[in-house]
């Protein structure tokens, strides 16, 4: 089965400066998705930014970019500039490309980023 | 387009008492999940559709019914509600097939039972 580890419960970070969240996962499949999602206390899930394994070229979505190492089998978001805005919990989340199991994301516990003025 | 809307945005029910959580989603995807969300355990899979007419559980199914009767709707029932089911509850839609067709979220139901 597959899992999604996320170490970090809670994180700060300094407006204006940059954060990292870990992420590791384990996974028998070589063909798969990986995405951050982003909730505010408003509760709605928002995709932050997906990565497909099968490319080498870590994801960048403006403020938001990945470092992916397939064999490390590890996904860290890093935030850079961090807004107010950007306090929320973040959610890393993995589902395979095809098959059985591609109905449904499989979550981390999620990390609680306060951002301080 | 609505997305995917979910109704009522918060219930309190008591124990015993049984309820339907609503879910629809007009773009016309074939794929449809139920998700819970409980503090320190992220978000978890309750049952899934893959169609119409074709539900398979999840991780958490238990004390959980849901059926599929056209594409668009996706209701999940609470049999006999327990404070154990307290919880946010999320359901999510996504195109079919592989590829990275994105997971789209409803706002979430927010349940206590007493």
Same mark, same amino acid.
């Given at each position: /089965?597959?899992?999604?580890?996320?170490?970090?419960?809670?994180?700060?970070?300094?407006? /204006?400066?940059?954060?990292?969240?870990?992420?590791?996962?384990?996974? +028998?499949? +070589?063909?798969?998705?990986? *995405?951050?999602?982003?909730?505010?206390?408003?509760?709605?899930?928002?995709?932050?930014?997906?990565?497909?394994?099968?490319?080498?070229?870590?994801a960048?979505?403006?403020?938001?970019?990945?470092?992916?190492?397939?064999?490390?089998?590890? *996904?860290?978001?890093?935030?850079?500039? +961090?807004?107010?805005?950007?306090?929320?919990m973040? *959610?890393?989340a993995?589902?395979?490309?095809?098959?059985?199991?591609?109905?449904?994301?499989? *979550?981390?516990?999620?990390?609680?980023?306060?951002v301080?003025? | 387009?609505?997305?995917?809307?979910?109704?009522?945005?918060?219930?309190?029910?008591?124990?015993?008492?049984?309820?339907?959580?609503?879910?629809?989603?007009?773009?016309?995807?074939?794929?449809?999940?139920?998700?819970?969300?409980?503090?320190?355990?992220?978000?978890?899979?309750?049952?899934?559709?893959?169609?119409?007419?074709?539900?398979?559980?999840?991780?958490v199914?238990?004390?959980?019914?849901?059926?599929?009767?056209?594409?668009?709707?996706?209701p999940?029932?609470?049999?006999?509600?327990?404070?154990?089911?307290?919880?946010?509850?999320?359901?999510?839609?996504?195109?079919?097939?592989?590829?990275?067709?994105?997971?789209?979220?409803?706002?979430?139901?927010?349940?206590?039972?007493?």
């Open positions: /089965a597959q899992t999604v580890t996320q170490s970090q419960p809670e994180m700060s970070v300094q407006e /204006a400066e940059t954060v990292t969240l870990s992420c590791t996962y384990d996974t +028998s499949e +070589s063909d798969y998705y990986l *995405f951050w999602y982003k909730q505010p206390p408003s509760r709605q899930m928002i995709l932050v930014i997906r990565q497909e394994a099968y490319k080498q070229q870590n960048t979505e403006n403020r938001f970019s990945v470092n992916f190492q397939k064999a490390a089998k590890s *996904f860290s978001l890093k935030i850079s500039d +961090s807004q107010l805005g950007d306090a929320a973040y *959610f890393c993995y589902r395979p490309y095809s098959g059985a199991g591609s109905y449904q994301l499989t *979550f981390g516990k999620g990390t609680k980023l306060s301080i003025p | 387009n609505a997305g995917v809307t979910q109704t009522p945005k918060f219930q309190v029910l008591k124990t015993g008492q049984s309820m339907t959580l609503q879910c629809a989603q007009d773009m016309n995807h074939e794929y449809m999940s139920w998700y819970r969300q409980d503090p320190g355990m992220g978000l978890r899979l309750i049952h899934y559709s893959v169609g119409a007419g074709i539900t398979d559980q999840g991780e199914p238990n004390g959980y019914n849901v059926s599929r009767s056209t594409t668009e709707d996706f999940l029932r609470l049999l006999s509600a327990a404070p154990s089911q307290t919880s946010v509850y999320f359901c999510a839609s996504r195109p079919s097939g592989g590829g990275g067709g994105e997971q789209f979220f409803g706002p979430g139901t927010r349940l206590t039972v007493l």
